[in-house]
């Protein structure tokens, strides 16, 4: 009886414990290849091309960093980074550090975020 007893303690609490349904802020995480981007009153989308430049956003629980690598020059040309959160398709983004352009630093911007076919669109 006692067995059986703790057989069905942990069974509970196995399941108590699966992972629930993603939230975006669990599928995130991980490194994002950047394919285009637009920034501030931009008209144009910049593309990046396998041939010029590479660029990648990654995410942990709550820190992102972004770096760009000229292949060209083959040297990084610019990093970011600092924290972030998640609540439903909203994305709120602390910069901490933004080489391209000190006066970003400390500033917060908030997107909308969206998941699609494996892609993720940051917008804002």
């Given amino acids: 009886m006692k067995n059986t007893l703790v057989v069905i303690a942990l069974?509970?609490?196995?399941?108590?414990?699966?992972?629930?349904?993603?939230?975006?802020?669990?599928?995130i995480k991980g490194a994002w290849k950047m394919?285009?981007?637009k920034y501030g009153d931009e008209k144009e989308f910049v593309n990046y091309k396998k041939?010029?430049?590479a660029s990648y956003?990654?995410?942990?629980?709550s820190r992102w960093a972004?770096?760009?690598?000229?292949?060209?020059?083959?040297k990084i040309s610019g990093t970011a980074g600092g924290s972030y959160?998640?609540?439903?398709?909203?994305?709120?983004?602390?910069?901490e550090y933004y080489s391209w352009d000190?006066?970003?630093?400390?500033?917060?911007?908030?997107?909308?975020?969206?998941?699609e076919n494996g892609m993720l669109h940051q917008f804002g």
């Fill in 102 to 115: 000190a006066a970003t630093e400390g500033k917060v911007f908030t997107f909308t975020l969206k998941i």
């Fill in 85 to 95: 959160t998640v609540k439903g398709d909203q994305y709120v983004e602390t910069v």
């Fill in 11 to 27: 069974a509970i609490f196995i399941i108590s414990a699966s992972p629930k349904e993603p939230t975006a802020d669990t599928q």
């Fill in 57 to 61: 956003k990654m995410f942990t629980g």
């Fill in 51 to 53: 041939d010029e430049l």
């Fill in 35 to 37: 394919l285009k981007s």
């Fill in 66 to 74: 972004a770096s760009v690598y000229d292949l060209q020059k083959k």
